[in-house]
C-alpha cells in the first residue's frame, strides 16, 4: 500500500510537470544538424520543442545507463568469479561429506584423531 502511495506521490507531480512542459512547449522548431548550411532540409528535423526536449533527456539516460554499466563491468566479473569459486568449494564439500559417510568405521575413528 505505501509502494502505491510513494508512486502516485511522485509520479502524479512529475506527469502535471511533464503535461505543462508539453503544452507550454509546442510551438515547431527546426534542428539544423548542418552547421555550414542550416537551410539544409536533409540534414534538418522539424518537430515541436518538447519533442527535442524528451529526445535529450532520453539520450541523456541512455548513456549515463551504458556509462554506469561500463563503469561497473569489473564488479560483475568479480562476481562471477566469486559466483564460481562458491559453487567449486560447495562441490568440494559435498565430495568430502560423501567419501565421510562412505568410509569405514575403522577410518573414521583414524580420522578423528
Known sequence: MS????NLLILLPLAIILI???VANRESVT?????????DSVLSF???????????????ILLGSAATWI?????RKRARLEARE??????EATKAAANTQTASPVSR???AK
Open 3 to 6: 509502494k502505491k502511495i510513494v
Open 20 to 22: 505543462i512542459l508539453c
Open 31 to 39: 534542428l539544423a544538424l548542418n552547421p555550414f548550411q542550416p537551410s
Open 46 to 60: 522539424t518537430a515541436p520543442f518538447f519533442v527535442f526536449i524528451f529526445l535529450s533527456v532520453l539520450f541523456g
Open 71 to 75: 563503469s561497473q563491468g569489473k564488479h
Open 86 to 91: 562458491a559453487i567449486r568449494w560447495h562441490d
Open 109 to 111: 575413528q583414524l580420522a
